[in-house]
């Protein structure tokens, strides 16, 4: 984010706000689709049902050189699987956490999330493996996903975004729920976490590969990419 560092004045940001909060906020049914973010109003949110996933990121201690190599290498190539799913409306990296937004008005759109989710798994293998080789540590992902409503508000200045919107605040429990399950240790190495409504949301081929935790309210699994698996099997 490029901050934008105009002088504060203390009089327009008074009249900045009375601006925002006397602005009429009309009850408005969730979208099933994610809007572009021009159409997102400069003076108010929207909300809209999409699909959020949260993965975490562990890496076995290593020295630090190597280590910021690792992590630089697999959060671009993950930023690569994420975007390349054709609903991927925004990526957001902080620290091990990395959290991508989707427009998911089909059922396939969600499935094809869960494809990604599928090579995110894989991608960690393969980073672990050419790692090795320069004396890296073994990286370990936690993966949460989940289908709710999320609220949505353009990013910065309201003055500065009328003319250059320059992102979007992501806001809502999918958030919460997405972290909650990433940051959850993953038993029999079911490190991919999703919520009932999401499996309820995808074909049977989809559904057997997942397993409901016992007493608990999601389903785990722990499934790779078969290209990308082949090549880590093929080269150890």
Request: proline share 3%; charged share 25%.
């Amino acid at each position: 984010m490029i901050l934008d560092t105009e002088k504060y004045i203390f009089e327009d940001s008074l009249a900045r706000i009375d601006k925002m909060l006397g602005v009429a906020m009309s009850e408005q049914k969730p979208s099933m689709e994610l809007p572009f973010i021009n159409d997102i109003p400069v003076d108010r949110g929207l909300c809209s049902y999409c699909t959020v996933m949260t993965v975490r990121m562990e890496i076995e201690k290593c020295p630090t050189v190597e280590r910021l190599k690792e992590m630089k290498v697999f959060q671009s190539e993950l930023s690569a699987i994420l975007s390349s799913h054709n609903q991927c409306v925004d990526i957001i990296a902080l620290g091990n956490y990395v959290t991508a937004v989707f427009s998911t008005p089909l059922k396939v759109n969600i499935e094809g999330v869960i494809d990604k989710a599928a090579m995110v798994n894989s991608l960690a293998q393969v980073v672990s493996k050419k790692g090795k080789d320069i004396g890296g540590g073994a990286i370990s992902v936690f993966i949460g996903i989940h289908y709710s409503v999320i609220a949505m508000m353009r990013q910065g200045r309201m003055n500065i975004n009328e003319t250059e919107p320059k992102g979007v605040v992501w806001m809502g429990d999918i958030i919460k729920e997405t972290k909650k399950l990433a940051d959850m240790d993953a038993p029999d190495y079911r490190n991919l976490k999703i919520t009932e409504v999401v499996y309820n949301n995808m074909k049977d081929t989809y559904q057997k590969l997942f397993h409901k935790e016992l007493l608990e309210d999601y389903y785990g699994g722990d499934i790779i990419n078969t290209k990308m698996k082949n090549w880590v099997n093929t080269n150890r």
